[in-house]
């Protein structure tokens, strides 16, 4: 199994252009979520969806749009990308429902730079 | 609010001493809380998790780590320590499981010979 995949891995942005980072996933997971990591803050829940069709809101949601149309797919799109969105970005996956705890994957990460 | 706490930035320990890195957590009832290793350019793996019972769980890597209920602590463990535990690591926690996690923000980890 892949597990959850990230692409690109490395991206360099100027101020002010669009791109989507890529997420798929190949477990069947029902729950998706993108998180950012800076230096010295831990990472921090962007946005997460319950299902497909089905997102909310994290903790720094603010520049990103999310959508779910599939299990699988979990794109993260920045409309205008700003300075401040430099950091490495992390998309997980887990199995939930019925009280179980099960296991976060994370994928390999992918490094975003805005000039 | 919840929160997760590592008090410590950096540790550096010798190769085949033990360890023991710091969290605390700020929740209203017991969260579900796990600990995660991130090697350098890589993605995070889950070390152990606890979500009740026995509150001294067991990981991967040969990896611990205890619930304390009354310090509100979930500390990590490993008796000895080899080159390859240099990483950071991050203690997470979350009220209905792996749902909505709460990251501290990670202790870096150096062995040295």
């Known amino acids: 199994n892949a597990g959850v995949t990230q692409t690109p891995k490395f991206q360099v942005l100027k101020t002010g252009q669009s791109m989507t980072l890529q997420c798929a996933q190949d477990?069947?997971?029902?729950?998706m979520s993108w998180y950012r990591q800076d230096p010295g803050m831990g990472l921090r829940l962007i946005h997460y969806?319950?299902?497909?069709?089905?997102?909310d809101q994290g903790e720094v949601p603010n520049g990103y749009n999310v959508s779910r149309s599939t299990t699988e797919d979990f794109p993260l799109r920045l409309l205008s990308a700003a300075p401040s969105q430099t950091s490495v970005y992390f998309c997980?996956?887990?199995?939930?429902?019925?009280?179980?705890?099960?296991?976060?994957?994370f994928g390999q990460g992918t490094r975003l730079t805005v000039v | 609010a919840q929160s997760v706490t590592q008090p410590d930035i950096h540790i550096t320990v010798s190769e085949g001493a033990s360890l023991e890195l710091r969290c605390n957590y700020s929740?209203?009832?017991?969260?579900?809380l796990f600990w995660y290793v991130q090697s350098p350019g890589q993605g995070l793996q889950l070390l152990l998790k606890?979500?009740?019972?026995?509150?001294l769980v067991q990981g991967i890597k040969g990896f611990e780590a205890e619930f304390k209920r009354s310090q509100s602590s979930f500390n990590l463990r490993k008796p000895s320590v080899h080159w390859s535990d240099a990483a950071e690591y991050f203690c997470?926690?979350?009220?209905?499981?792996?749902?909505?996690?709460?990251f501290g923000t990670g202790t870096r980890l150096t062995i040295i010979p």
């Open positions: 606890y979500f009740s019972g026995d509150t």
């Open positions: 997470a926690g979350d009220n209905f499981g792996n749902e909505k996690l709460t």
């Open positions: 997980a996956s887990s199995h939930t429902g019925g009280g179980l705890v099960t296991e976060a994957f």
């Open positions: 929740y209203g009832a017991t969260p579900y």
């Open positions: 477990m069947n997971h029902e729950y």
């Open positions: 969806s319950v299902g497909a069709g089905i997102t």
